[in-house]
């Protein structure tokens, strides 16, 4: 009696732990699709604002032709490469969801690595930078844009999805 008991605990418990692992396996792309969209959006956004602190934009008071230096896009900065790390992502998503955990845990968390360094080696030094607004303009200041949040953002969502699948222990395919 006292075995048929144990041995019953013992499959609950393993019920348990497969029905918690489901979920986290179903978390895993959710966190890499969110992060991966969220690094393509970053690209595409103002990583830097500047701003003149008088009686007009940037844009007003700046030359025609240093009107372009009042903001600065993420694509600008990188060239397009957190659009080509967020599809890694979203593909690793895939992979995750289809079963290859590590494959997609390890790659996860390379991307987190970069898109970090990206962020706080590159990014946020230059969100202090007016350029040539602020050769021109005293007044002018830099401020950050959305862009580095959402690639912060992103980056953290690929690092968790990637401890998540490194936690599944899936084999990959």
């Not at 986290?24 to 966190?31: G, N, S, Y």
């Not at 007003?60 to 992502?89: K, R």
């Not at 401020?143 to 959402?150: E, F, K, Q």
């Amino acid at each position: 009696m006292e075995a048929s008991r144990t041995r019953l605990a013992a499959r609950f418990a393993r019920m348990r732990k497969a029905r918690g692992n489901r979920r986290l396996v179903l978390l895993v792309p959710a966190l890499a699709l969110v992060g991966g969209v969220l690094l393509i959006v970053a690209e595409l956004s103002n990583l830097v604002t500047i701003d003149v602190q008088t009686t007009g934009t940037c844009e007003e008071l700046a030359d025609p032709e240093a009107v372009e230096a009042c903001s600065v896009s993420g694509f600008e900065q990188h060239g397009g490469a957190l659009v080509l790390l967020g599809v890694v992502a979203l593909v690793m998503a895939l992979g995750a969801a289809r079963g290859a955990g590590r494959l997609a845990a390890f790659a996860l968390l390379m991307i987190a690595a970069v898109v970090l360094a990206f962020a706080l080696l590159r990014d946020l030094p230059k969100t202090g930078e007016t350029g040539l607004i602020g050769m021109s303009y005293e007044a002018a200041k830099a401020s950050a844009g959305p862009a580095l949040l959402l690639e912060i953002a992103g980056a953290a969502l690929c690092a968790l999805a990637g401890a998540a699948a490194a936690l599944t222990g899936q084999r990959s395919s």
